[in-house]
């Protein structure tokens, strides 16, 4: 048992000095030892209590989440599989959405790629809802439910007709070589 605090302690002064990169006491000090000794110790201590709060606060997070009904933990044999409900699904969804981007790709491959739409007004607060988020990704709208881009898309796309819940009937993607009067497009995406 002795031994192993002793182990215990010594990786505490080493990672304690590799996290700080170490602790300034003059070592030709009498009192190198009596100093540095006391400080290692406290700040290892508080490492220590840090650690045990970011794990409280992740247990806790993750039980909140699985009171709400987010999270399930099912038992399959004697394992323990831990999955997104279909609300935590949707949950989960929002955060995608909002980490939307698409990527532009060092050089332009001369493909117009078109996001169309025709959405119900039953609807219309998903359809503003998205028009929004297509500003926000940086389409140019051609026309009012006819949104371009010059980048490849598709992936993008069916992360947002999944969360507004569209069928392909509804939102639909093109790819063209050509559009007629592009100029104010290619102004607007910056390419040429």
């Known amino acids: 048992m002795f031994q192993k605090n002793k182990k215990e302690i010594a990786k505490i002064i080493i990672k304690t000095l590799l996290i700080t990169g ?55 044999g004697k394992q323990l599989y831990i999955s997104l409900t279909k609300e935590g699904r949707k949950w989960a969804g929002k955060y995608q959405i909002d980490d939307l981007k698409i990527k532009k790709p060092r050089k332009w491959d001369k493909k117009w790629r078109l996001l169309i739409f025709d959405i119900k007004d039953k609807q219309k607060v998903k359809r503003e809802a998205l028009r929004g988020k297509l500003k926000e990704l940086g389409f140019y709208q051609l026309q009012k439910s006819v949104w371009i881009c010059p980048y490849e898309f598709h992936k993008e796309a069916d992360i947002l007709r999944s969360f507004f819940g569209f069928n392909q009937e509804e939102m639909n993607i093109i790819t063209a070589s050509n559009i007629e009067n592009d100029r104010k497009a290619k102004i607007f995406f910056n390419i040429k």
Do not use: H
């Open 22 to 76: 170490g602790i300034a006491v003059a070592s030709t000090s009498p009192f190198f030892m009596s100093r540095l000794l006391p400080k290692i110790i406290k700040y290892a201590k508080y490492r220590m209590k840090q650690k045990a709060y970011e794990k409280k606060r992740f247990y806790n997070a993750f039980y909140k989440l699985r009171k709400q009904g987010y999270v399930k933990m099912e038992y399959r």
